[in-house]
């Protein structure tokens, strides 16, 4: 049953209304009611369980060029928080844009789904104990920890265009990670996963297979020589070197002039295996969206082909700024950003590996300079390759360069994709890797 209707709704247009008779040229409210359980084990025990239910409004005015914004949770007192935002419009931020666009049609993408109810408190708990239960059996002595939830929201945005959509979705999480200390040495690792729908990536064979797999070659420590390394990088960290890039594509940064990418429109600017797209329409994805924050439809778009790059990403605000069409994105980001695979399995990359590093994680990444590109930092959890084989960990290590260049260079990208967030590995034939 759904806990908004047409009460809310008429509650909202009403509130629309008034916004305009007080002198709004534009005005949005969204509306959003939600559920979430979560479990926690810590030191290997359950430490926390949670059930928890929220109920939220936001509403944002224009008025005269200006910008202001109020939030509550008293459905009764949605009057006077507009009256808040009016006010604070006086010296609010600028808006770009006076009025909010007339609706469209949207495609059609599916956000929730009633599998979630199958992940009651009683198997997000048992569930997280058996990845638990499965590291204590690798070593008693570690810290453990895992944790597991489930959240459904329900809600809907309107705006004096015109637009009113529902919204809302359902999501699950589920993941566990381990630290061991040996003297001066520490060994951590993680992984999860999380989606939409409860579908195989509710995979907890996975999940401790991984693991397994990280403690494994993670207690065989390896000296090696520091130097420039060919190095693989598994899809977590792809997902990091890639930030950078896609920051890059901010219309309103390259508007501000601020965009290391600015002059770059139609040129080549990475090397010719990097291709990357957009798909806000992907079912149950977790970014996924069939319209914007003002209710421009979205649509699948290429971003980079080939290396080029195609498009600058707007928001409705920014393209008004920039004199451009929008492209119907929030924030001036992509929704749901992939990256195009290549011609050779990540297994294969790691066999034709006489010598070089396969990085699992990093830590002190996002400390870089990582707007301009630049990166230094240390290599969390990192493997030794030797003759195509793992041959185990090494500590100490950091890697240091520039992603822009990198990517320019020669890459190479792998045919199979990380199950989750659909990511490849990524093989640098040459990366500066230096000892402590």
Not at 35 to 40: I, K, L
Not at 336 to 348: A, E, H, L, M, V
């Amino acid at each position: 049953m759904s806990y908004f209707g047409k009460k809310h709704i008429d509650r909202v247009q009403k509130c629309l209304e008034l916004a305009r008779g007080k002198g709004a040229s534009g005005a949005a409210i969204e509306l959003n009611h939600g559920t979430s359980y979560s479990c926690n084990y810590a030191a290997g025990r359950l430490k926390h369980t949670a059930l928890s239910e929220s109920l939220r409004y936001n509403i944002e005015v224009i008025v005269k060029g200006h910008r202001g914004s109020a939030s509550g949770n008293v459905l009764e007192a949605m009057e006077n928080m507009l009256e808040r935002a009016l006010i604070l419009a006086q010296n609010g931020a600028v808006s770009h844009f006076e009025e909010y666009p007339a609706p469209s049609d949207y495609a059609k993408v599916k956000f929730r789904s009633n599998s979630i109810q199958s992940l009651t408190r009683e198997k997000l708990i048992a569930d997280c104990g058996e990845l638990v239960d499965a590291l204590k059996a690798l070593d008693p002595e570690m810290e453990i920890e895992a944790g597991g939830g489930r959240q459904e929201s329900e809600g809907f945005i309107a705006n004096t265009g015109g637009f009113l959509q529902k919204t809302g979705e359902t999501s699950w999480g589920l993941g566990a990670g381990f630290t061991r200390i040996q003297g001066e040495d520490m060994l951590f690792a993680g992984e999860s996963r999380s989606w939409g729908k409860v579908n195989q990536l509710y995979d907890i064979p996975f999940l401790i297979n991984k693991l397994k797999e990280d403690y494994q070659y993670g207690i065989r420590l390896q000296n090696f020589k520091a130097g420039k390394l060919p190095v693989l990088l598994a899809p977590p960290v792809v997902r990091q070197f890639m930030s950078p890039i896609i920051g890059g594509l901010n219309g309103r940064d390259v508007f501000k002039g601020i965009s290391p990418l600015k002059d770059k429109l139609g040129k080549q600017a990475f090397s010719k295996t990097l291709s990357i797209c957009d798909q806000p329409h992907l079912d149950y994805a977790p970014g996924s969206a069939a319209f914007d924050n003002v209710g421009l439809p979205t649509k699948p778009v290429i971003l980079i082909e080939n290396g080029s790059i195609q498009m600058f990403l707007y928001d409705y605000d920014s393209a008004h700024l920039a004199g451009v069409e929008p492209t119907a994105h929030s924030g001036c980001a992509p929704y749901n950003s992939r990256i195009c695979p290549g011609t050779c399995t990540s297994s294969d990359m790691l066999k034709g590996m006489h010598k070089g590093i396969y990085i699992q994680s990093l830590l002190g990444f996002g400390q870089s300079n990582l707007g301009n590109g630049d990166f230094s930092c240390n290599i969390a959890v990192g493997y030794l390759v030797e003759k195509g084989e793992i041959t185990g960990r090494i500590k100490n290590a950091m890697i240091a360069g520039n992603i822009f260049e990198l990517c320019a260079s020669e890459m190479h990208i792998s045919s199979d994709l990380e199950a989750n967030f659909q990511t490849p590995h990524i093989l640098f034939p040459e990366m500066n890797i230096t000892s402590k």
